[in-house]
DNA sequence: CTGAATCCCTGCCGATACTG
DNA sequence: CAGTATCGGCAGGGATTCAG
């Protein structure tokens, strides 16, 4: 079987890594770290608008017209403070303000890709109760 | 899958799919579908500690603590029905049930190997408000 | 234009108690 | 041993309204 067990280059392992043997959920936990930047609904396609290039707040809600101002707001300050996004704004009148994945934030490009992937494989047909 | 990349100068990001030019959080983005395994507290540490090797209902429990019956069952319940988990029931008597993970569940190393190695970085500092 | 404040409703998850 | 049943607290998120 070929699964990753011990004894492999000095690549952080997913199962046997000392962190991994947290006994419940908590923020010490990349995985925990990266699902909680992650969270909410909307967020990834935030992320997945905002790969394609930096967005104002209006771009934004044009693209995703079933997203209400308070959640793109929120959606977005929480993306600001995790260090995902960068917000400029624009001193200018009427105020815009521009929004833009951070390096940081563009590196969650292959999170994103490695969920797509899993998502786009076919699962065994589930039995239906 | 078709990726037609559209002029992306220096990092594509998501995949060109028009499955990605969807509107609004559906099941029919794959993104969405992973998401929505992994969806719920515990769920990832009940995966990796599938990972490891099949366990029995009292070998999670015992494995997290913390992790009330109902929470457990429910997830378990879960993840067997989106095609993780596997099942095994014994007829003997006590009951014992071993859980394992399907192939299709161990394709979610890589998954959470992804998440892990994003949320191992270091964010840049994060401005205070 | 870009957000913050408020209200309400829903669903999650934890605790407890009970069954095959 | 391996779950299900039930209840309650609390946070997430949608609609609306108001402010800078």
Redesign the pocket.
């Known amino acids: 079987m070929t699964h990753q067990t011990v004894g492999h280059p000095p690549r952080p392992g997913l199962p046997d890594d000392p962190l991994a043997s947290v006994g419940e959920p908590t923020p010490s936990c990349p995985v925990e770290v990266t699902l909680a930047a992650l969270?909410?609904?909307?967020t990834t396609l935030v992320i997945r608008e905002l790969l394609r290039g930096d967005r104002?707040?209006?771009e934004l809600?044009q693209a995703l017209p079933a997203?209400?101002?308070?959640?793109l707001?929120d959606r977005?300050?929480h993306l600001v403070q995790v260090g995902v996004l960068d917000?400029r704004?624009q001193a200018d009148w009427?105020?815009?303000?521009h929004y833009g994945l951070t390096p940081h934030g563009r590196r969650l490009g292959p999170v994103l890709q490695a969920l797509w992937d899993w998502g786009a494989q076919q699962p065994p047909p589930a039995s239906e109760p």
Chains 1, 2 share one sequence.
Do not use: E, M
């Not at 009427?94 to 303000?97: D, F, K, M, S, V």
């Open positions: 969270r909410g609904r909307w104002t707040f209006s809600r997203l209400s101002d308070k959640v707001s977005l300050a917000r704004r009427p105020p815009r303000t």
